[in-house]
Antibody
């Protein structure tokens, strides 16, 4: 069974940093692209970015709204994906989901981790 | 950035009725279009990918159509568990989502 478990969320002050982690299990982690999607309270889904598998070139894309502040990475030896978030703003407050790509879409989702940016 | 516009914002229907949800892209996304369903307090679930392909375990009452800039998700006969929010997403250029359509019980 495919499982994705996010961790690392919490309360952080504006301007500070936070790193989210996502552990995958039940599949060959390194064979799949991984993505991050967020959802602000009561709002819709917002694509953060993704990282391809190394076999597909390992390309990384970030949404324009987070480019230069957020960085996605992966460690296939640990079956982990990461979202490094710097210079956090109040508008980054959201539940952050880790997803596994399937046929170019987010086929599997974690339960999400809440990030609250507030002073 | 490609913008996806979903309509209507809310669809009020009764169980057994047909639901037709629209997603329009600001420029062509070819067939790189997916649909998701989200229920309160849950993570989204992939319904359709590449416009017409149902994800694993998705019942046949869900179908997708369209290409280029105009896409439709159809639920042929609404079941009680289908009342939820639906999002479209393009993966032609990055990965933007539409703002969602809520399908509510009339």
């Amino acid at each position: 069974e495919v499982q994705l478990v996010e961790s690392g969320g919490g309360l952080v002050q504006p301007g500070r940093s936070l790193r989210l982690s996502c552990r995958g299990s039940g599949f060959t982690f390194g064979a799949y692209a991984m993505a991050w999607v967020r959802q602000a309270p009561g709002k819709g889904l917002d694509w953060v970015g993704f990282i391809r598998s190394k076999a597909s070139g390992g390309a990384i894309e970030h949404a324009a709204s987070v480019k230069g502040r957020f960085t996605i990475s992966r460690d296939d030896s640990k079956s982990m994906a990461y979202l490094q978030m710097n210079s956090l703003k109040t508008e980054d407050t959201a539940v952050y989901y880790c997803t596994r790509e399937t046929e170019g879409a987010s086929g599997y989702w974690g339960q999400g981790t809440l990030v609250t940016v507030s002073s | 950035e490609i913008v996806l516009t979903q309509s209507p914002a809310t669809l009020s229907l009764s169980p057994g009725e047909r639901a037709t949800l629209s997603c329009r892209a600001s420029q062509s996304v070819s067939t790189y279009l997916a649909w998701y369903q989200q229920k309160p307090g849950q993570a989204p679930r992939l319904l359709m990918y590449d416009v017409t392909n149902r994800a694993t375990g998705i019942p046949a009452r869900f179908s997708g159509s369209g290409s280029g800039t105009d896409f439709t998700l159809t639920i042929s006969s609404l079941e009680p568990e289908d009342f939820a929010v639906y999002y479209c997403q393009q993966r032609y250029n990055s990965g933007t989502f539409g703002q969602g359509t809520k399908v509510e019980i009339k």
